[in-house]
């Protein structure tokens, strides 16, 4: 799975590319905030929280933040980019595309049990996001990189000859609403989904297709 672009580089609020000690600051700010969001929502967390949690004062997060939008961003970039790792680093694993194809989608639904918050953080995470634009523009990003990463997998199976003669944009598009919808359930009735079999069935079902 593609990694997730990473925001610009950072700079030393003096000028110039951080120090070592100014990144291993910035990003125990992150590890904590992330932290915090996770277990009491970005709303519910104020820059004191993350202060205390550091153990450090205000005025240290605001020499490295601008405020808690701009830590609430970086914390989502980074969430967002270990999910994508994972998947990735399991996908690339196997051989075939058929392969990749059952990989990829009980990869996404291995993370979201092993990380039960994930969405709702991630859409909680979003808030801190100012404009309507600027979130569409990044959930847009994702779901188009999701979705031509399956196109990639499925085209190139149907090419070898590997997998049916089937229209990859289509099945694509139907890999991907069957993980957001899985995931958005595990999310909102965490235990309701059994998680062995719904990858079981999903096997049968893909294959019989392929």
Aim: with cysteine.
């Amino acid at each position: 799975m593609a990694r997730e672009k990473q925001p610009a580089k950072s700079k030393s609020r003096r000028g110039g590319d951080p120090t070592f000690t100014e990144r291993a600051r910035r990003t125990q700010i992150i590890d904590a905030a992330a932290a915090l969001f996770s277990s009491q929502g970005f709303a519910n967390t104020s820059m004191d929280d993350i202060a205390k949690a550091v153990g450090v004062s205000r005025g240290v997060l605001f020499y490295y933040f601008d405020g808690k939008a701009e830590i609430g961003e970086h914390t989502l970039r980074l969430a967002v980019r270990a999910y994508s790792d994972y998947v990735r680093d399991r996908v690339r694993r196997r051989r075939t595309a058929r392969g990749k194809l059952h990989e990829f989608a009980e990869a996404c639904l291995d993370y979201q049990a092993e990380h039960p918050d994930l969405y709702i953080a991630f859409v909680e995470l979003l808030g801190c996001l100012g404009e309507d634009e600027e979130k569409y523009r990044l959930t847009r990003s994702l779901n188009q990189r999701t979705r031509n990463q399956l196109i990639e997998i499925i085209q190139a199976g149907v090419d070898r000859g590997e997998l049916a003669a089937v229209d990859a944009g289509a099945l694509a598009d139907i890999i991907q609403a069957f993980i957001d919808g899985m995931m958005e359930m595990m999310a909102m009735e965490p235990g309701a989904v059994a998680v062995p079999a719904t990858k079981r069935l999903w096997r049968q079902m893909l294959d019989s297709v392929l």
